[in-house]
């Protein structure tokens, strides 16, 4: 499987090339003298129902719910989730969907927090064609007010880590975009972004997800 990434921001991304082995295991780490950054307290995994693989349609963004605008809360509520629609939680204690509740969507009215009581996980599952190339786009920008080491996010797919996000001081959301070839025998890819920084509530926000498939090689 060969993985071309295409990072457009400057987001913790070494360079532009093709990624042939996945970066080093999480470390979380402290930033100041002062500040003790807690290490991850194991959190258990959730019941979740069955990974469900839809029909890809043959055009567009081929994720559901990829601007996490369902379901709709309150303006200036928060809620952590076990699933959302589109969304299964795999690990941690679930997602928080934020509607304006500390900072602005990039899209829509609403985004999700990883890291909600503790850092998270959570997966969509998607049909491929083999030999397709997917290009995969987010937005990503960290909790307004915190720590660099707080706001890491991995992204996997089918279990191989595609991207890590080190957030910088840069303000505002940027985008990062990754493309993907599904292989020979590949039916199916099981997109997953998961809180990696310091386990402590507070972690980067995502918003405005799309997997689309842009040709083949
Ligand atoms: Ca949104």
Partial sequence: MKLQLLCVMALGCASTGWA??????????????TRECALPTPMPVPPTAPLSVRPAPSAGNLLVNGSFEHPALAPGAWQVFNA???????????????????????HGEQLVELDSHANSAMVQAVAVQPGMV????????????TAADTNGLDVFVNDVRVHRVRHTDAPGFQ????????????????????????????GSYLDNVSWRAVGRD
């Fill in 175 to 202: 985008e990062v975009r990754l493309r993907w070839t599904a292989g020979p025998d590949v039916a199916v890819a099981v997109l997953r972004f998961e809180a990696s920084g310091c386990s402590d509530s507070l």
């Fill in 134 to 145: 997917y290009e995969l786009r987010f937005w990503t920008m960290a909790r307004p007010g």
């Fill in 84 to 106: 959302i629609p589109g969304w299964v939680v795999v690990d941690g204690p679930g997602v928080e969907i934020q509607r304006g509740a500390a900072g602005a969507a990039q």
């Fill in 20 to 33: 042939t082995s996945p970066p080093a295991p999480t470390v979380c780490v402290n930033t100041g003298p």
